[in-house]
């Protein structure tokens, strides 16, 4: 088991990611790695890293449009309005704020799903707020991943709703039913140890004053404030009510049709209709989109093949079919081996959506020949499904936070995201998931 390709390579890629290898070139070579351990060429591990780069295609399109949806808004000078609004509002109450955030997080899931999309408009024109209140990023990062990921596990509506679909179809696939109604109950535990972490990460860890420098973002453009943003409050403009009708068509699109790429298209084409923008500025807008979430798009699109190299050499089936071999008819052990694996799985394929099928199948006999109950095996599955999310560097419940922490230059992927969220959530978790099924 320990010399499982998945295994190997997911201690490489996280070797090198903290030695602050660039994500991309990680992911790389761990691929490179679980396809030569599983008998592929260099070549056939490299055809089939290539061909499984559109399973984040739309993801990683929609991370562009929103960059320069981004921009656009910071260009308006509606931003420094709501930094002079917010402002006083929050002086000196950052634990206030953090948990606000990670309340306003919670929303993109459930309420409004529109998943990350927020990140990359809302958090960059706060960092200057953030700076002067001396709040260490860190902590917003795992208060804007705590919503993004604990509100899908324990509330059935919006992405919960997906999610919890997805637990309650595989369980009945391989023969143990359960109803959509029980998974709150089964998820109730691990979603409570994740809220300890993040309370301990905004009022402990990272509750002293941390010092950034300002700095404009550095995102292709000339300057923000170019278009009538110039740094005093001149009022309400035409431009800033152009933009505020494009956010909420963007809104209004991304809950009518599903699609974060038809929605932030949709609010683009706002501007440029109406003239919140001129057609000539496209782009140096474009540039400034691609700056702002270049990166984390293409780190998208490698991760998905990165994920089929796994898949599809078998390697995690492997490592899932020979876990049972450990187990024997102990309860506790089990528990222990499938969020290990849960783990391993998750941080390398970067989304618990797409590795809860891969788990149940083997997990629900698993759980069945140990005597688990349904509500324990949802428990089981649903924590050792999302375990890896926080924490991964190909998870978008740590690319989005670093997209909106990072514009500025100031915010480590691996170290200033995946790690803190690693530790308050992924190690809470763990011992959630197991005491959850030992509980129920």
């Known amino acids: 088991m320990l010399l499982n390709p998945v295994v190997v390579s997911v201690v490489v890629l996280a070797a090198l990611s903290l030695a602050r290898v660039n994500v991309i070139v990680a992911l790389l070579i761990a691929a490179l790695v679980a396809g030569l351990m599983s008998g592929l ?66 929303f993109s899931q459930n ?34 991943t705590f919503g993004l990921k604990a509100p899908y596990m324990l509330i059935p509506l919006g992405f919960g709703l997906i999610f919890q679909n997805i637990i309650v179809g595989e369980m009945g696939a391989y023969g143990m039913e359960i109803e959509l109604a029980q998974i709150p109950l089964a998820m109730a535990i691990p979603v409570a140890t994740m809220v300890v972490g993040l309370v301990i990460a905004i009022l402990v860890t990272y509750r002293r004053p941390r ?11 000339a ?44 609010g683009v084409l706002i501007i440029f209709i109406f003239r919140g923008e001129r057609w000539r500025t496209s782009d140096e807008l474009a540039h400034g989109g691609v700056t702002m979430m270049g990166t984390i798009a293409f780190i998208m699109l490698v991760a998905s093949g990165y994920a089929s190299v796994l898949t599809e050499t078998g390697a995690v089936d492997d490592l899932v ?52 109950s349904p509500l324990a095996t949802a428990a089981l599955v649903g924590a050792a499904g999302a375990i890896g999310d926080a924490g991964s560097p190909a998870s978008d419940s740590t690319l989005g936070p670093t997209s909106g922490l990072n514009v500025d230059g100031q915010h480590h992927h691996i170290w200033d995201t995946c790690v803190p969220t690693f530790v308050h959530f992924n190690i809470p978790l763990f011992f959630g998931g197991i005491i959850a099924a030992m509980a129920l």
């Open 111 to 144: 309420l409004v799903p529109v998943h990350i999309a927020f990140i990359p408009i809302l958090i960059p024109p706060l960092l200057t707020v953030f700076n002067r209140m001396k709040i260490d990023r860190r902590a917003v990062a795992t208060a804007l």
């Open 223 to 266: 300057a923000f404030g170019t278009n009538g943003a110039s740094g005093t409050d001149t009022g309400w403009t035409r431009q800033h009510i152009v933009v505020l009708i494009a956010l909420a068509v963007t809104l209004v699109l991304q809950l009518v049709f599903g699609s974060l790429v038809i929605a932030a298209l949709g």
């Open 41 to 106: 060429s260099i070549e056939d591990t490299m055809s089939t890293l290539v061909g499984g780069l559109g399973g984040q295609g739309e993801t990683a399109l929609s991370y562009i449009l929103l960059g320069i949806l981004s921009v656009m808004v910071a260009r308006s000078g509606i931003t420094e309005k709501l930094i002079r609004w917010i402002l006083p509002r929050v002086q000196g109450k950052r634990a206030m704020t953090l948990f606000g955030i990670a309340g306003l997080a919670c």
């Open 321 to 372: 079919t020979s876990a049972t071999g450990w187990i024997g008819d102990s309860q506790l052990l089990a528990a222990v081996v499938m969020m290990t694996v849960g783990l391993l799985v998750t941080i390398g394929i970067g989304s618990s959506f797409g590795t809860i099928p891969i788990l149940a199948a083997i997990f629900v006999p698993m759980c069945a020949a140990v005597g688990f």
């Open 211 to 221: 010092e950034y420098r300002d700095a404009t973002p550095d995102l292709g453009v």
